[in-house]
Every structure is written in structure tokens, then in C-alpha cells.
């Protein structure tokens, strides 16, 4: 990967996993792009079975290609986006000297949420959230199921003793949501609002945009 056009503080590494909730994942990383942050994506196998589901939306399988689709749709500027696969080990999400402080992993299975709680790092999700969590960064999990067993909960307890910041995907509804999109629009201001990035997205309590 050529030498980084942004700084690292205007990165942030973005992580779709398999659970549902496509639509918050596609949100969030146009509203990323328009803040002209430079996004690492790590897109699982099975994130992209769920996109195929959930949308209308067919994801390339290899990491050149996905950058090169995701840049056209979001009008990216050049090496704005830039995708890995699992196995790449070299990408600078992988080392603690070049990751960024931030990650978000949006929607967050609860595969993924038990093998980051435990420090797996089998794939490169994990290693990238093991790494921000090791460098005392910010990290944030989109976790998305229902009900949570005491599996899960046990999960979250534990990355939120690490610092974690565990966001379920769950909507409020007393901004008087009229469209799904005004739903996934709740979610997505409260994951900016976490890593400090300024939106119009919804009102705030009390106020109105």
C-alpha cells in the first residue's frame, strides 16, 4: 500500500461482520467518507452473504476490487478506501506502529465480539481489534442479536472492562422515526457521536437541527 495520503487521526479502520444490519454498515461508511476520513475496511466472507440478503448490493470477493466498487459509489478520493482481506497480515491494521486509534466494528456477531473478547486473532478483524485494543485505542462494537445469552453478555462485560465501547444496534424511536433509513440514521449518530465526528443525521434530546 503506498505511503498514507491522511493522518493518522483522520483514520479509522471500519469492520463488517456477518451479523444483519447491512444497511448501518453502508451508512456509516458514507458518512466516514463525507467527514474525509480515510477508511480501512475489513469485510467478512459472511458479511458479504448478509449484504447479497439485505440489500441489493453483491460484493466483489477480493479486496482490490472491493476498494475499487466502494471508491466509485461513496466518490471516494484516491486511497480514501482501502480494503484487506482476512489473511493479510502486512496491512498496516495489523501493527500497533502504523493501525489507526480507531476501530468500529459495525454490525459486530457475537463470533466476533467472543473472539475479540478472548484475543483470537485468527483472521485480520480480530488481530486489528486486538491491536487498538493493546495500543489503549478506542474501539467500538456494534453488536446486533437478540435475545443475548450469558455467553454474550459475559463477552461484553469483558471488553467493557478493557475500555470497549459495547453499541447495540438498537434504534430509539423519539426522534419519530418515519423510514427504515431514519432508524438506521439513530444508530449511525450515536457510533459518530462516540468517535467524535460532527452530523446532522438525527436532533439531539431537548433540541432540533
Known amino acids: 500500500m503506498p505511503e498514507p495520503k491522511f493522518s493518522r487521526d483522520k483514520q479509522i479502520t471500519l469492520a463488517i461482520t456477518g451479523a444483519s444490519g447491512a444497511p448501518y454498515a453502508l451508512r456509516l461508511l458514507q458518512c466516514l467518507i463525507k467527514a474525509d476520513y480515510q477508511v480501512h475496511v475489513l469485510m467478512s466472507s459472511a458479511a458479504k452473504v448478509v449484504f447479497a440478503t439485505e440489500t441489493d448490493e453483491k460484493m466483489p470477493s477480493q479486496p482490490k476490487s472491493l476498494t475499487e466498487y466502494l471508491t466509485k459509489k461513496y466518490d471516494a478520493t484516491e486511497n480514501q478506501i482501502a480494503c484487506y482481506g482476512k489473511d493479510e497480515w502486512f496491512s498496516p491494521v495489523a501493527s500497533g506502529s502504523a493501525a489507526p486509534k480507531k476501530m468500529i466494528v459495525c454490525p459486530c456477531s457475537t463470533g466476533t465480539l467472543s473472539a475479540i473478547a478472548t484475543g483470537a486473532s485468527d483472521n485480520l478483524i480480530e488481530r486489528a481489534a486486538d ?78 437541527i
Open 131 to 208: 491491536v487498538v485494543i493493546k495500543e489503549r485505542g478506542q474501539l467500538i462494537t456494534v453488536v446486533r442479536e437478540t435475545p443475548l445469552s450469558t455467553i454474550h453478555l459475559e463477552n461484553m462485560l469483558s471488553l467493557s472492562k478493557l475500555g470497549v465501547t459495547v453499541l447495540p444496534a438498537a434504534p430509539g424511536f423519539y426522534h419519530s422515526p418515519k423510514s427504515i433509513e431514519d432508524l438506521v440514521d439513530f444508530i449511525v449518530a450515536r457510533i459518530l457521536d462516540h468517535v467524535d465526528i460532527s452530523h446532522d443525521l438525527i436532533g439531539r434530546w431537548g433540541y432540533t
